[in-house]
């Protein structure tokens, strides 16, 4: 199986680039165009036609050859491309040519004021392009470089240029070898052979290439295989792993380390570098797209299953109305008997065959009929909760199986308009709302609570709610975090935590099923969080105040209504 890694564009590449246009040498600068940050477009009309020659600096994508397409141009020209057009315009190209056999390449343009040299250095996370004036100073750069990002060779405007350092001195150019230099080097070289370490600019693709090309047609193979360079008989194809699809990249001869269906023959090398670096860039832009949308759609898929299992748990819990039922009907029949102080009626149970006998909770403060009335309001809340329950139930399956659905796509999303299209489906359904990380931020000013005991939490449709764990917390939250038309959530009786909704500005979206999640929280983190049931006030937090001298985490508020939160059986 061979190696399917990406084919970098090695200095054979842009050798092979330069050498098959013939255009470059006295062409005129049209135009310059800079689409993106890290590139820029030549617009060189010769031979009574237009060519754009696309330069890249980018440490993943850097590269040098002709387009066929007309890129769009930054809306506001960044200042290096406002000083190449100043100084570039309407020059004439003298040349073109690379340094020895290296991926740097030395531009000349005679302009009025002189001949200007434009360095593009194509040497991956050190690729740059950088201006140099007539008296070989530089006059701006891609990419500015400081003494202290590098002290070997810092780029500043106003310095004399320097080539970047060489790797290895004595390195051996391979346009300037003839057949009998090829020969004597091979000869003793013997086993493994070094190809890198004697001839100068090859990359490890290119040097396994020729290893394979050793193995194929021994001395004579490598021999003819240097001839085609020097002579540039290009035969240019385009690599691709049938298997994946994807563009590995492109090469100049036809490679012996991959097979004939792998490779798909071009009119140029700019051609097949063009189609090759197209597909990998929208590759590498499918799988960025791809890995920032999968987590927000797992969250929010893990969100919604275990509030799944929290409306389960609650639908069991409201199959006890019979069972509650029953209690009451047992309390007023047998409720008389019972001493005074009693917490347990015992009492037969009519409904089973042989009528066992249940022991039934009594509040010994209360009479009989106020704990039969007790109990038959839990039957009624009850049944009333089923059907609603039954309703979110599926409400809430429907969109976990609709997440799951949007999960498949996005892990088989082959382009990025397929995924963007995802992406906004996604934020239409409120998927992608993000949650605050609560590890604790290594410098103050990161940490969005400043230091405050506030914890996160996911409502089961996306929403972000906040909840302070002490009287600081609360105060904070209340005071400092909180909108306007957020939602504020505190238990109707005794002391708790403040628990806040963040709505962006549209409380009426909020659905109930956030509101009674954020209500739990509340109870929960209350003085009453061990009680059956618990009353939570919400408002918003437009109508809550915190009185002039009150402690932390006092509040007044109005325009309030009430949940009940059952939060465990009776």
């Known amino acids: 199986m061979p190696d399917a890694k990406p084919i970098p564009f090695d200095s054979l590449n842009l050798y092979a680039v330069l050498q098959e246009r013939d255009f470059f040498a006295g062409a005129r600068v049209q135009d310059i165009r800079q689409p993106e940050p890290l590139t820029i477009v030549l617009h060189l009309y010769a031979q009574r036609a237009e060519h754009r020659l696309l330069i890249s600096a980018d440490a993943q994508f850097a590269r040098m050859h002709t387009i066929s397409a007309k890129l769009p141009n930054a809306p506001t020209p960044p200042p290096f491309l406002q000083s190449l057009r100043k100084h570039l315009e309407g020059g004439i190209v003298r040349s073109m040519t690379m340094l020895g056999f290296d991926r740097i390449v030395q531009a000349e343009v005679q302009t009025r004021e002189g001949v200007y040299r434009l360095m593009i250095e194509l040497m991956?996370?050190?690729s740059n392009i950088i201006l140099v004036e007539p008296t070989g100073l530089v006059r701006?750069?891609?990419?500015?470089?400081?003494?202290?990002?590098?002290?070997?060779?810092?780029?500043?405007?106003?310095?004399?240029?320097r080539l970047p350092p060489t790797r290895v001195e004595g390195l051996l150019n391979p346009l300037a070898?003839?057949?009998?230099?090829?020969?004597?080097?091979?000869?003793?070289?013997?086993?493994?052979?070094?190809?890198?370490?004697?001839?100068?600019?090859?990359?490890?693709?290119?040097?396994?290439?020729?290893?394979?090309?050793?193995?194929?047609?021994?001395?004579?193979?490598?021999?003819?295989?240097?001839?085609?360079l020097r002579e540039g008989a290009w035969q240019p194809v385009l690599i691709r792993d049938p298997q994946t699809r994807r563009a590995l990249g492109a090469y100049p001869f036809p490679s012996l380390r991959f097979p004939d269906s792998w490779q798909h023959a071009r009119t140029s090398v700019s051609l097949a570098w063009e189609q090759a670096f197209s597909e990998r860039i929208q590759h590498a832009r499918t799988d960025a797209l791809r890995q920032s949308l999968l987590p927000s759609l797992r969250r929010a898929l893990q969100a919604r299953e275990r509030a799944l299992a929290d409306l389960?748990?609650?639908?069991?819990?409201?199959?006890?109305?019979?069972?509650?039922?029953?209690?009451?009907?047992?309390?007023?029949?047998?409720?008389?008997?019972?001493?005074?102080?009693?917490?347990?009626?015992?009492?037969?149970?009519?409904?089973?065959?042989?009528?066992?006998?249940?022991?039934?909770?009594?509040?010994?403060?209360?009479?009989?009929?106020?704990?039969?009335?007790?109990?038959?309001?839990?039957?009624?809340?009850?049944?009333?909760?089923?059907?609603?329950?039954?309703?979110?139930?599926?409400?809430?399956?429907?969109?976990?199986n609709a997440l799951r659905y949007a999960l498949l796509q996005a892990e088989q999303a082959a382009d990025p308009d397929a995924l963007l299209r995802l992406h906004a489906d996604a934020k239409a359904h409120g998927w992608l709302r993000?949650?605050?990380?609560?590890?604790?931020?290594?410098?103050?000013?990161?940490?969005?609570?400043?230091?405050h005991k506030i914890r996160a939490h996911l409502s089961p449709d996306?929403?972000?709610v906040l909840v302070g764990e002490n009287a600081?917390?609360?105060?904070?939250?209340?005071?400092?975090?909180?909108?306007?038309?957020?939602?504020?959530?505190?238990?109707?009786?005794?002391?708790?935590?403040?628990?806040?909704?963040?709505?962006?500005?549209?409380?009426?979206?909020?659905?109930?099923?956030?509101?009674?999640?954020?209500?739990?929280?509340?109870?929960?983190?209350?003085?009453?969080?061990?009680?059956?049931?618990?009353?939570?006030?919400?408002?918003?937090?437009?109508?809550?105040?915190?009185p002039k001298g009150a402690p932390q985490g006092f509040a007044l508020y109005t325009h309030e209504k009430t949940l009940r939160v059952e939060l465990k059986a009776g």
Do not use: C
């Open 124 to 126: 991956g996370k050190h």
């Open 140 to 161: 701006s750069a891609l990419k500015w470089v400081s003494p202290r990002q590098s002290e070997a060779r810092p780029i500043r405007a106003g310095e004399t240029y």
């Open 177 to 228: 070898m003839t057949d009998d230099d090829w020969r004597t080097l091979i000869t003793p070289m013997g086993e493994p052979r070094d190809w890198q370490a004697h001839i100068e600019g090859l990359s490890r693709f290119t040097a396994d290439e020729l290893e394979a090309v050793y193995r194929a047609g021994g001395v004579d193979g490598v021999v003819a295989w240097a001839r085609r």
């Open 312 to 400: 389960q748990r609650a639908l069991h819990a409201s199959q006890d109305a019979d069972r509650w039922q029953l209690y009451g009907e047992l309390i007023l029949a047998f409720g008389h008997n019972m001493p005074a102080g009693a917490t347990t009626l015992h009492a037969p149970d009519y409904t089973q065959p042989d009528a066992p006998e249940i022991a039934i909770p009594i509040d010994p403060a209360k009479t009989p009929a106020e704990n039969a009335e007790r109990y038959f309001h839990k039957a009624r809340r009850a049944r009333e909760s089923r059907a609603e329950l039954h309703a979110r139930l599926q409400r809430l399956t429907d969109e976990a």
């Open 434 to 451: 993000e949650t605050t990380t609560l590890s604790p931020a290594k410098r103050a000013e990161k940490d969005p609570f400043e230091g």
């Open 462 to 464: 996306g929403y972000q």
């Open 472 to 546: 600081a917390a609360n105060d904070f939250l209340l005071t400092r975090i909180a909108k306007s038309n957020d939602w504020w959530l505190h238990v109707r009786t005794g002391t708790g935590a403040h628990v806040i909704i963040r709505t962006e500005n549209q409380p009426q979206r909020v659905p109930r099923s956030t509101l009674e999640f954020a209500a739990r929280l509340a109870a929960q983190h209350s003085a009453d969080r061990h009680a059956r049931v618990v009353e939570v006030d919400y408002t918003l937090r437009k109508y809550v105040r915190k």
